[in-house]
């Protein structure tokens, strides 16, 4: 439960904005994809916050979701670079979930297995 009140917290900070995430938007995302409070985010962490932040968008529950609206939603525009396959400008959450491998490694500069809290919050930024 406390996992879906920071989550929710975190999609009304984002959709209260289009500029550059807030220190807090980064605080509340960074408590809310580190599950196992272990100063890191592993990739499976890492996975799981955006496909908890796109569940939250798709309120139908249609597994797709036009990528104007996910993108600024998630306030992580490199993430959704790409992540439209298809180019039927839709995001469905396969192509999410294999879009963020990639973006993990990314963000990962050190390659670590995880990734420290500084370079998620560069994974936020626009």
Do not use: W
Request: charge should be neutral.
């Amino acid at each position: 439960m406390k996992l879906i009140v920071s989550m929710a917290v975190v999609l009304l900070l984002a959709a209260c904005s289009t500029k550059a995430p807030s220190d807090r938007y980064i605080i509340n995302s960074i408590k809310t994809a580190d599950l196992d409070s272990s100063k890191s985010i592993s990739r499976n962490e890492f996975k799981m916050y955006f496909q908890g932040r796109f569940s939250q968008i798709d309120a139908g529950d249609t597994g797709k979701l036009p990528a104007k609206k996910l993108c600024p939603a998630i306030l992580a525009e490199r993430i959704c670079e790409g992540a439209d396959v298809n180019q039927d400008k839709y995001i469905t959450i396969d192509e999410l979930y294999n879009r963020l491998d990639g973006e993990f490694d990314r963000v990962n500069k050190d390659g670590k297995g995880d990734i420290s809290y500084k370079e998620f919050h560069e994974a936020l930024l626009p």
